[in-house]
């Protein structure tokens, strides 16, 4: 199983950016795909989760609003599109697969993870 985000870089604060997680190895509709994020000096903390068909979403307070997450399970492939960015959205961003529910935002839940792409919000 592989799971490969990319599309991060350095943006200024206001600006967006659209993440991407291709998968592979593993029946990508049969996932629940998630997204994490870890900022220096930090613990991982969950960032935002789409159920199997992609009709479910949840986010963590900080993003709702800014942040939408969506799949195309033909392409097998993840989005966070991230928009109106913070300083404090710097951070690296992980995608995620599990077996369970889109409302899972635990990290020790999560069965497969990406390399994680770097997000730099600069103010």
């Known amino acids: 199983v592989q799971l490969q985000a990319y599309g991060g870089g350095l943006v200024q604060a206001g600006g967006s950016l659209r993440l991407s997680c291709a998968a592979s190895?593993?029946?990508?509709?049969?996932?629940?795909m998630g997204w994490f994020r870890q900022a220096p000096g930090k613990e991982r903390e969950f960032v935002s989760a789409?159920?199997?068909?992609?009709?479910?979403?949840y986010y963590t307070d900080s993003v709702k609003g800014r942040f939408t997450i969506s799949r195309d399970n033909a392409k097998e492939t993840a989005y966070l599109q991230m928009n109106i960015l913070k300083p404090e959205d710097t951070a690296v961003y992980y995608c995620?697969?599990?077996?369970?529910?889109?409302?899972?935002?635990?990290?020790?839940?999560?069965?497969?993870w990406g390399q994680g792409t770097l997000v730099t919000v600069s103010s």
């Open positions: 190895g593993l029946t990508f509709s049969a996932y629940t």
């Open positions: 789409i159920s199997r068909g992609g009709s479910s979403t």
């Open positions: 995620a697969a599990t077996t369970y529910s889109s409302s899972t935002t635990s990290r020790d839940d999560y069965h497969y």
